[in-house]
């Protein structure tokens, strides 16, 4: 791997990280190794009082093997001159947030296109493309190895769920009907575009979910795999673990209190009694 992720620590349980004297060292990224202490979530509280969860890339790697090939064929129907590679897709991610989005800046970059008739394409776009994610390309995709299990673990402790996300809740529902249906229910609330917007300056979709959890954000624990989301996360003041994928690896996690490749690298026991580490990751 490109960026070497470790963790130095004085045992371990089943080749998962555990500390035994509240203290390990993490090397991030192959930077230098700092100390990280032992601390709780929230003042005199044992475990987060909800977790919330992003989706894309979090609990699957839906961009690549849904959304993707979900646009392409979508643009085919449409008789678009379009036909986006992983490579491209990728970068367009980090830049523009959402499908309709990365399509209207396209078409615009085509200069062939009037703006009613972007906008045209667009609306025609967006139920197309749901339609080939859901029944054709949700059924196809694996969920993040050790996610499954992480999700029923909370479950299991009592703790609340919840969803914030940039995808449409009906494909988010339609995940986890999908992949998760034991523990569909437990997600409430599930928050997606409809619900308003997730990142950047004008992001109110965590501060929303807190809201209907009846929460505050430092009792509560996010959990991402790209800057954007952990931004929005901060942003609301919301302690966040970073799970990255191999297309957010180089991606700036300042501030996260967490960051490893996978939930399956650590001891997921740490997050759900609210043992995690107290200083946020600098780059």
């Known amino acids: 791997m490109r960026h070497m992720w470790h963790m130095l620590a004085q045992g371990k349980i089943n080749g998962k990280i555990n500390q035994p004297d509240n203290q390990l060292i993490m090397l991030v990224f ?7 202490h032992n601390y709780r979530i929230g003042v005199g509280t044992m475990r987060p009082q909800a977790i919330i969860f992003d989706v894309d890339g979090t609990l699957a790697d839906t961009e690549r093997w849904g959304h993707l090939p979900a646009c392409n064929e979508a643009f085919r129907v449409l008789g678009l001159p379009l036909q986006w590679e992983w490579a491209e897709f990728k970068e367009l991610m980090v830049t523009i947030q959402g499908n309709a989005n990365r399509l209207r800046h396209a ?5 062939t296109y009037a703006p009613a008739d972007i906008e045209a394409y667009i609306e025609a776009f967006v139920p197309i493309k749901q339609e080939l994610y859901v029944n054709k390309y949700l059924p196809l995709i694996n ?3 050790g996610i499954a299990d992480f999700i029923r673990e909370i479950k299991a402790a009592g703790i609340p769920l919840a969803i914030v996300s940039t995808s449409y809740e009906a494909q988010i529902n339609e995940l986890l009907k999908t992949k998760l249906p034991d523990v569909q ?3 409430k609330p599930v928050l997606g575009k409809e619900s308003g917007q997730k990142t950047g300056s004008e992001g109110v979709l ?6 209907i959890l ?5 009792c509560c624990l996010v959990i991402e795999d790209s800057a954007a989301g952990l931004r929005a996360a901060l942003q609301a003041g919301i302690p966040t673990v970073v799970f990255y994928n191999d297309y957010t690896a180089n991606e700036d996690f300042t501030g996260a209190v967490l960051v490893a490749p996978s939930v399956t690298q650590i001891d ?3 997050l759900i009694d609210g043992t995690i580490f107290s200083k946020p990751v600098t780059t």
């Open 30 to 36: 192959g930077r230098p190794a700092e100390v990280w």
């Open 185 to 187: 229910a437990a997600f």
């Open 143 to 145: 969920l993040r190895e």
């Open 214 to 218: 009846g929460a505050e954000p430092t």
């Open 206 to 211: 965590y501060g929303k979910c807190l809201s």
């Open 268 to 270: 997921t026991r740490q």
């Open 107 to 111: 078409l615009t970059r085509l200069g």
